[in-house]
């Protein structure tokens, strides 16, 4: 059974997801280029698995 605080933050986190589609005109690419953006810009060490395999690169499969 969910919380009053549990059921808040998930309408808030909804709410959230909502307006963010809304400002792309629900267009998923555009919204995966918005982020992958905000990714680049804010300096951190990304890493995007293009293969769909989980292995970490020093390890043998």
């Given amino acids: 059974m969910k919380t ?3 059921h808040t933050i998930v309408q ?3 709410s959230l997801k909502e ?4 400002q792309y005109g ?3 690419e555009a919204i995966i280029t918005s982020a ?3 990714q680049e810009a804010s300096g951190r060490r990304n890493i995007r ?3 769909g395999k989980k ?3 020093d390890k043998a499969v």
């Fill in 12 to 14: 808030q986190v909804r």
């Fill in 49 to 51: 698995q293009t293969d």
């Fill in 36 to 38: 992958r953006e905000r």
């Fill in 4 to 6: 009053e605080i549990e």
């Fill in 55 to 57: 292995t970490h690169p």
């Fill in 19 to 22: 307006e963010n589609a809304a």
């Fill in 26 to 28: 629900y267009s998923l």
